[in-house]
């Protein structure tokens, strides 16, 4: 529906569109900054001369740890359909709709009506959604940067095994990140779209 004519030449969602790329654009920045201030660390900076060891047990513990953040985020993947579902039913009992109000803006075709105009509510819905969606790209490349960059730093300087367990501790939050992300995103968007449609 946001590509629908009737959304993408509306002002509201427009803004909201070019709000969102900003979101993104800005997120990547700090990242690519986190990634190169890493790098320029590592030129810069000798490593200490004992790097830092651990327990087996430590190890099996933070394996353990991702493993579980892993399983989540696995999970949340896999039921991703089951939520959508779910959202979808709670926005059409929300909205209270019957399916052909929900097609309204397309044809049996499946092709955009040219005299669909949807209302000030349709149009905020879907400026908020589109903002929303970038904030959980732009969350999703933040994860992923600040893990890798802190890896690289903590290996450098404190050894393979610091940079190991940072690695695994950093894909655990990076896990623990995506499912929120997940359960959180894919529910807005199917009521959204819902009551959207509406």
């Given at each position: 529906?946001?590509?629908?004519?009737?959304?993408?030449?509306?002002?509201?969602?427009?803004?909201?569109?070019?709000?969102?790329?900003?979101?993104?654009?800005?997120?990547?920045?700090?990242?690519?900054?986190?990634?190169?201030?890493?790098?320029?660390?590592?030129?810069?900076?000798?490593?200490?001369?004992?790097?830092m060891t651990f327990t087996p047990t430590t190890h099996t513990r933070v394996r353990k740890i991702n493993t579980f953040t892993g399983s989540a985020a696995g999970l949340s993947a896999k039921t991703v359909g089951q939520v959508s579902k779910f959202a979808q039913n709670f926005g059409a009992n929300l909205t209270k709709k019957n399916d052909e109000r929900y097609k309204k803006g397309l044809g049996k075709d499946g092709k955009p009506l040219p005299e669909y105009k949807p209302g000030l509510l349709n149009k905020s819905l879907m400026a908020f959604s589109t903002i929303a969606d970038g904030i959980d790209q732009a969350g999703r490349g933040l994860l992923a940067?600040?893990?890798?960059?802190?890896?690289?730093?903590?290996?450098?300087?404190?050894?393979a095994e610091?940079?190991?367990?940072?690695?695994?501790?950093?894909?655990?939050?990076?896990?623990?990140?995506?499912?929120?992300?997940?359960?959180?995103?894919?529910?807005?968007?199917?009521?959204?779209?819902?009551v959207a449609k509406g």
């Open positions: 529906m946001a590509m629908h004519p009737a959304y993408k030449n509306s002002r509201m969602v427009s803004k909201a569109a070019a709000a969102s790329r900003l979101i993104v654009t800005a997120s990547t920045m700090v990242t690519s900054t986190l990634q190169n201030q890493s790098e320029s660390f590592t030129k810069k900076t000798q490593p200490n001369a004992k790097p940067g600040t893990s890798d960059a802190a890896t690289r730093v903590v290996g450098h300087k404190y050894g610091a940079g190991d367990i940072t690695r695994s501790l950093g894909g655990g939050v990076k896990n623990v990140g995506l499912v929120y992300i997940d359960a959180t995103g894919v529910s807005r968007r199917a009521i959204i779209k819902s």
